[in-house]
């Protein structure tokens, strides 16, 4: 049995606070899905800007490299399930009044940028919080397959369910599907709240200690492995590149390809079916590869993929490429998050988490700007094409670490050198 298998071997309990954390990570998916699609569909109605266009996605990324780091310290001190229930709680508020805003007619681009800067300045809380959280509800040998099961039902509900619902919601109103999203965050909230589980345990902080230096642990752990620092800078590459895919998507389905809503809703439904057969190819590809080596796989099919979708006018070729590209997506997110859980020193999970996204995240929103300059300039074709060169440079920052496997850092080793130097 290799060590992948044996990671895997366990599969979390449903029952308890593992369920209720898929079950609200679920919702709030669905939501995001309504939000991330309604987005901009509402965007180009009230621009034909591509750089405003994109400005709206870069923005939604931005919060991460201003606020990640604190956010992952800060999970690392409170209460967890009190910090996901209230973050929800507040950013099922916020939807709502821009759902309010929008019925109302007082829509524009400023409105958009501003929501999705703050709504993600709170996800670097929440997501950090439930990085750290999920190894005191799971035990370790589960942990591939919880994040999985998770990154799964997220796609399901995400992509499968949300985007195509889009459509149909839009029909009844273009504040609707802004409202479905507050509601899902509300009901997140509700079952986050009721999870009883505790925190992970916390070696008492040094006298004195403060969140920059906490901040400099986590940074400081992340620097010193070798393979988080690759898989890391290796991140921030595609982020770069799907910044830019993501920010103009809809420009080159809605352009060159002359599709429509139901044309953007397929493509981003063929990305989440493709992430559903990437988590059920994930588990034996990583026993037979080794996590680094999948994760090498997927960037390198990843980049033909793009070129496809740059280079081909066809919509049906785009569909089929976004397909493929959730497939290896899936792959990546998943080996990635795991090491990242495995190799980290416990009660500093939030702290590593966070230096990792955002590091990793700070390419997004540079992207997003650079696709959305580069359809200005070329064409809405660029983008696709612009995203593969990020994966190249992504693909040989891998080469490195590219062992089958590599051996987990013991936890006291870990922790006895996060410390800083007296």
């Known amino acids: 049995m290799t060590a992948v298998e044996a990671a895997d071997g366990h599969a979390p309990a449903w029952r308890g ?32 800007r591509p750089l405003l266009i994109a400005a709206v996605t870069a923005c939604g990324y931005l919060p991460w490299i201003v606020f990640g780091l604190l956010g992952g310290a800060v999970a690392d001190r409170v209460d967890q399930r009190r910090a996901m229930w209230t973050v929800d709680a507040v950013r099922a508020l916020l939807v709502a009044a821009f759902a309010a805003a929008v019925a109302l007619g007082h829509a524009s681009i400023t409105l958009l940028v501003l929501l999705a800067f703050t709504l993600t300045a709170l996800e670097t809380l929440f997501d950090n919080a439930a990085t750290a959280l999920l190894p005191a509800l799971v035990g370790p040998g589960a942990l591939g397959s919880a994040n999985a099961r998770l990154m799964t039902g997220q796609r399901v509900a995400g992509g499968l369910l949300g985007a195509p619902v889009v459509p149909l919601l839009l029909a009844a109103g273009t504040a609707a599907p802004f409202a479905a999203d507050a509601a899902t965050f509300l009901l997140a909230s509700a079952l986050v709240a009721s999870l009883r589980a505790g925190a992970p345990e916390r070696e008492p902080r040094p006298a004195g200690s403060t969140l920059r230096r906490e901040i400099a642990d986590g940074l400081r752990t992340l620097w010193r492995d070798g393979a988080l620092r690759g898989l890391c800078a290796a991140t921030a590459l595609c982020n770069t590149g799907v910044g830019a895919l993501v920010a103009t998507l809809v420009v080159l389905i809605t352009g060159p390809l002359h599709g429509d809503t139901a044309g953007y809703a397929a493509a981003t439904t063929a990305y989440a079916l493709g992430s559903l057969a990437g988590a059920a190819v994930n588990r ?37 490429a976004m397909a493929v590209f959730g497939v290896m997506g899936m792959v990546w997110n998943v080996n990635t998050t795991t090491l990242m859980q495995q190799r980290t020193p416990a009660g500093m999970v939030g702290r590593v988490a966070a230096a990792f996204r955002t590091l990793a995240v700070a390419g997004a929103p540079v992207g997003a700007l650079l696709g959305g300059a580069a359809a200005t300039a070329w064409g809405a074709g660029s983008p696709p094409l612009l995203a593969a060169v990020f994966f190249v440079l992504s693909v040989t920052a891998l080469i490195p670490v590219r062992r089958p496997d590599v051996p987990v850092v013991a936890r006291e080793d870990s922790a006895s050198t996060a410390r800083p130097a007296c």
């Open 284 to 320: 034996r590809l990583a026993a037979r590869l080794g996590r680094m080596r999948a994760v090498l796989l997927a960037g390198t099919v990843q980049i033909g993929a793009l070129v496809v979708m740059g280079t081909v006018r066809s919509l049906v070729a785009l569909v089929a």
């Open 17 to 48: 606070g593992f369920g209720r954390l898929w079950s609200a990570a679920v919702l709030s998916s669905f939501g995001d899905a309504l939000r991330g699609a309604a987005l901009p569909l509402l965007a180009v109605s009230l621009t034909d």
